[in-house]
């Protein structure tokens, strides 16, 4: 069964053409300029320029559960180079945004749940709390591997890298509000 | 106010359905008859057809109209037609005019009802401006035989035999020492192989021979002025330092010539020339300039030995510039272009990694009078034994040049076949899409595929020299996604050309502005209609040719050429043309000599009398743009056709 509905489709280029310059997905030469400026292409199931042919087939499902939007570290080669002036990094962001929301593309890539927690987190405390981001990425993927990160994490703490108390920001509150109100506004 | 005894015919077009299908024509038409001074009415389904333009005539003739409107087109397409049919009826054609119900109304419109009321609306204000027309005369000017050809490149030089083969005298003016242009520089062409001196130097050789030729190289046009048939031109010969009178091409002087070390222009770098040259041992003429910027005796004050050592005794360093004024008809620009400066994208290395080379550095490496004689070697002095050829440097990219340059993919496969040809290396092409258009070209990619040259679709994003096997060691090395195949390949090779693109000439910028020419925003020149008229410029008797407006192979510039002169030669031998008599005036007694005029006249036609304190318009000049008229602050300046009385009247109309 297709996990992208068409109407997710309609909401998808609703929001890609939203960016700036996203409609110039439209006019992608396919040169492969961005696969081979893009330092984690090797490992991804399609290249970024197939991304944007499989969007442009309508194959946003093939998109989605690929690991490729997961693998991308945002170092704008893509956007610098293109020569159609597709901003492909921030693509790549709506796509994340995407299968975060609708909870797709969760296939062998635990991007998602850190993305997720990460998020949480911040919107709890206002900063980010290294250790319970990692506990609760393990939690949600597998709590085995947690314990082969026992000795790692024992020597950051030993070296007073890693305090095992998070801190909250001053006015946690208000951010929280403004966060929701910000979301609000997105989803609309 | 219309006056009483004014008799005017109104038709109204159905274009067909054009028209008809969006305006109710006869309600318009009934509507006519409401207007004052209207004494007929007509409505006819092609108003521009010969009986549509029959009605006119014979209700001239028959009912004594004394003017006309046309409702239908744009004037652009018939206003010269009507005006016509009014002049053979005996009406001056000034006393005619248009109403545009079908571009700005029937087409753009969709609500019937609507549409009828505002070409309604467009016709009563045709009918209250032309109460307010008067007769005017159009000026026959006669046109001089002479024509400036700016760039003698190939497309110059093909309109400039072409000229002076019909026995027209020309001139022919070249920024460079030597005519020939970048062609000279070309080893061979495609797809035929031909090698392009030998095409080229028998050309170079009769332009520098012909007796209706006058050619004017080291050269430069600083002001034009006049108007179509009758441009004064002020050309700048840069001092050569050389008497040509005297000289005879010896070649004793650069022998000896003490610097040696000036990069060549001709060879785009790739070897060094002295200060006292000629760019190319077949260069037109075969007499040498002094580069004074590098030459000891400018720079420091001293040597002098080339004027010792010259048998002739021609070197003369008091030789000034010189300052000529030319009366020309017609102008042909064939400006060219100059190469996309690869350095621009530092990732493929250009003039930081060796053997990174452009197209026309190549070019030069090929050549058999190039620096190493025709043979293709490394930096190093080695036969590579591999080769990348990057298509598509700087062209089709939104971040520099947006168009195809539509020569590379072409000169690529050339290249790809010199590489196998002189050193059997594998040659790889990275290209994004193969545009072989041209008569012969598929068929030319074709036999490049058939000797084994490896074809990557796909653009090279980076030239490397980090290696990551022992192979890739101490190589250039090319990275690209094979888009076939998805999968992103490195390629080490020891010589990387870049099929750079082409981008307009420099100086074509400060030349736009002396001609008065437009330019699109890749900063060509702007042809009169880019399919219509494509040799021609929007400033009558100004015709453009070759890259000048667009890249161009050698066919398509040469074809340019030869269509530039056949332009300038209709106007030559027809001998005279009719100006517009639509121009400006000024009028002295209001006129408060600010001035403001001179500066915003894009065709330089007004200048100051300081005796009288006044701007005065010189009237051959005057386009009757209108724009001294919206700038001047006292009001002083008027343009005819365009009254302020016309205007309200027309407003009038529209508000009726």
Known sequence: MAVASLDLREVFLQKLYSIPNGRKVNECIQCGTCSASCPTSHAMDYSPREIIAALRAGMLDRVLRSNTVWLCSSCYSCSVR????????????????LGVKHRIGDKGAPNTVMAREFVHLVDRRGRNHEPALIRQYFLHTNPLRALRQFPLALRLWWRGRMPLRGHTIKGAA??????????????? | MIAQDEKIGVYVCHCGTNISGTVDVSAVAEYARTLPGVAIVREYKYMCSEPGQDLIRKDIEELNLTRVVVSSCSPL???????????????????????????????????????????KQLLAAAVL????????????????????????GIAGIEAAVRLADAGRKVYLVERLPSIGGHMAQFDKTFPTLDCAACILTPKMVSVGQ???IELLTYSEVEAITGYVGNFRVRVRRRATSIDPTKCVGCGLCWEKCAVKKVPSEFDAGMSMRTAIYVPFAQAVPNKPVIDREHCLHFTRGKCGICQKTCPADAIDFDIQDEILDLEVGAIIVATGFTLFDAGELARYGYGRLDNVLTALQFERLSH??????????????????????????????????KYCSRVCCMYSLKFAHLVREKTHAEVYNFYIDMRAFGKGYEEFYRRVMSEGVHFIRGKAAEVSTVAETPEEEGKLIVVGEDTLLGVTRRIPVDMVILASGMRPAEGTEKLARILSLGCTRDGFYLEKHVKLAPVDSPSDGIFLAGACTGPKDIPDAVAQGAAAAAGALSLIDKGRVIIEP?????????????????????????????ERNVSVITEELCKGCGTCVAGCPSGAARQKSYEDSQIYAEIEGVLA
């Not at chain 2, 005006?83 to 753009?108: H, P, T, Y």
């Open chain 1, 82 to 97: 293109c020569p159609a002036g597709i901003p492909f990094t921030d693509v790549m962001y709506e796509l994340k945004r």
């Open chain 1, 174 to 188: 208000g951010l929280r509000r403004m966060m929701a109100a910000i979301e609000e506004n997105g989803s609309k």
């Open chain 2, 77 to 119: 397409m018939h206003e010269v037609t009507f005006r016509k049919a009014c002049n053979d009826a005996g009406l001056n054609g000034f006393l005619f005019q248009m109403s545009n119900i079908r571009e700005q109304c029937s087409w753009v419109h969709d609500d019937r009802e609507r549409a009828t009321a505002k070409a």
């Open chain 2, 129 to 152: 401006r032309v109460g307010q027309q008067v007769a005017m005369e159009e000026r026959i000017v006669p046109v001089r035989p002479e024509t400036l050809v700016i760039g003698a």
């Open chain 2, 210 to 212: 012909h007796p209706n």
């Open chain 2, 368 to 401: 058999a009078s190039g620096p190493t004689g025709g043979e293709i070697l490394t930096k190093s002095g080695e036969r590579p034994g591999a080769v990348a050829i990057l298509h598509c440097i700087g062209s089709r990219d939104e971040n520099h040049l």
């Open chain 2, 582 to 610: 639509i121009t400006s005036e000024i009028n002295p007694e209001v006129c408060a000599g600010c001035q403001l005029c001179i500066m915003t006249c894009p065709y330089t036609a007004i200048h100051f009398d300081s």
